[in-house]
Structure formats: C-alpha cells, structure tokens
C-alpha cells in the first residue's frame, strides 16, 4: 500500500506492483494466477479466487515487521493469467505444466493461485524436471489420495494420488479422508500429520525430519479451521490457526529451499469474503519474504 519512493504501483497485479516486460524480466517471483474449476463438487467459486487475492493483496503493506524486509524489494511481477481449459482435467494439467515449465527456464520462482487443486500436479510435473530430488508438502483438510473420484484420475480429490506417482509426499492439518485414503496412507507410507497434533508434541519438527531440501508447498486454503476461513471448496472444522499455519512455514521457509508454492480451494462465492482473501495475500507475502531472505542468506555464503 505505502508507494513513497518506491515504483508507480499497477492496481492489476500482486500487492500493487508493477508487472511490465520489464519488470516481469528483472522479478525473482512470478505470480501465476490460474482460475481453473471443473472437478470440484461442493462449493462453487474457486475460479474467483485468483482474481479476489490480487485485489486485496493491494491493500498489504509493503514493509512485513515479521520478515523485516520490504518484501516488494525481493523482485515480484504478475504474469497474465493460465487460461482455463476446459476439454479434459489431463490437458489442463499439461498446460500448468508447460506455463510452469517456462518461468523455470527464466529461473523464476513460480507463485500459483487457484483456482482447485487439480493445478498442482501441472506445476510439480514441470518443477521436477528441474529438481529430481524434491518433495512436495501439503498443507491441506483432506488427503486427497483417492486414485480415482467421480470417474476421474485427475481432479482436486485426487491430486496428490498423482503426484504422490512422481515424488515423495508429506502432508500436514489433514483432518478429513475416506476409509481407502487411509489405507493408502498406510500402504505406501505417506508421511500424514493429522489435526490435532498429539498435545505437547513437536508436530512441526515430525513434518520437517520428512523432508529433503527442496520443497515445493502446495496450500488448500481450507487447511485453515472453517471458523476462520470458511470461503473455501469443501470446508473443515478444528483446523490450524493463523499462528499453527506459520509455526510450520516459518521453519520451513528458514530452513528448506521452497522452489515454488501454490494457494488453491479459496472460493469467494458469496459476498463477505474479503477478509480471507486479504489474509491469503498476507500468507503468500509474507512467505515470499522468507523465501527471498534465505536466498540471499545463501547467495551471500557462497560468495564468502
């Protein structure tokens, strides 16, 4: 929001911020809305999402007294929207893929909103050509580790069926799952934090012993309890707070490298949601702050 002199902000992208060629060009962080719904089957509305963050996310300051940084500062552009498309979930897929795998070879680090959570598998397909050894941490209500829902292999209930296919997964606020989930949860050894945590366990801990060191972060917005975030696809309650959700990423943001995050399911579908969506762009600010802060503590070593 504060622009005293600091560059002229546009109104049409991530947190005010100018996205000409460029600046697009000159960015470290590319975000790529992609307003994509088909599969879901519940509450309507997460094709809006995309659009209702960068609207809000005008609103943030742009110094976050967490991070201590003016995060603007780390290099963020808005790239124009993934066009939904809508002949098969598969060839959606492949175009996140093709999108993703463009800013990568730009070495841009790639920010998607959604739009369902059937985009992540496109945009891990493209990033592990990229970084063989990654995982993917999920943050998320429900497991979704159905081989198959509604007729269909590729969908936002069985996405991390998919990418579970293609490189190792933990998840993490998981609170709500079928009786054959769970059996794959067991059979495959999927590395689950349930919610709630056991009491005076170091949950966080348990999630980061899991992981290697480049993750790619995949956030349902309705990880959050459904009492303080409830325009989301399928709402949950008893999930995590504001404070349970960072106690996590700020670990992980500090000590794993994040080649890329996702915020999906967030489904503005009637009026009021505002606030939530003002509080996803906070998430995803800040945690672009603490990814650039540990780059340029990194960069910094190896020029030592």
């Known amino acids: 929001m504060d622009t005293e002199g600091g560059t002229p902000q546009s109104w049409f992208s991530f947190a005010g911020l100018a996205s000409s060629p460029t600046d697009v060009d000159a960015a470290r962080f590319i975000v790529l809305p992609v307003p994509y719904e088909s599969t879901t089957e519940w509450m309507p509305g997460t094709r809006r999402g995309p659009g209702l963050i960068i609207e809000s996310s005008r609103l943030l300051e742009l110094y976050d007294q967490e991070v201590d940084i003016d995060i603007s500062t780390a290099g963020i552009a808005t790239a124009m929207e993934v066009a939904p498309v809508f002949s098969s979930p598969e060839n959606m897929v492949a175009a996140v893929r093709r999108e993703v795998a463009s800013w990568l070879a730009r070495s841009k680090t790639p920010v998607l909103l959604g739009g369902e959570h059937t985009i992540t598998i496109g945009a891990v397909q493209a990033m592990r050509e990229q970084f063989p050894g990654m995982a993917v941490l999920h943050l998320d209500a429900h497991a979704d580790l159905r081989d198959s829902y509604l007729g269909a292999r590729y969908s936002q209930a069985t996405a991390m069926r998919r990418i579970h296919e293609l490189c190792p997964v933990v998840e993490a606020g998981v609170r709500s799952l079928s009786l054959a989930e769970r059996r794959n949860v067991d059979e495959y050894a999927v590395p689950v934090l349930f919610w709630p945590p056991e009491p005076g366990s170091d949950w966080v801990a348990a ?64 009026e009021g949601a505002a606030s939530s969506a003002y509080m996803l762009a906070r998430l995803i600010y800040r945690l672009i702050g603490y990814i650039h802060r540990r780059n340029l503590a990194q960069e910094a070593s190896h020029n030592d």
């Open 207 to 270: 999630v980061l012993e899991k992981l290697g060191n480049d993750v790619y972060l995949t956030i349902d917005a309705d990880v959050f309890d459904s009492a303080l975030l409830p325009w989301v696809g399928t709402p949950e309650p008893g999930g995590p707070d504001w404070s349970d959700i960072w106690a996590l990423l700020r670990r992980v943001a500090t000590t794993r490298h994040i080649i890329g995050f996702d915020v999906v399911e967030f489904a503005p579908y009637a």
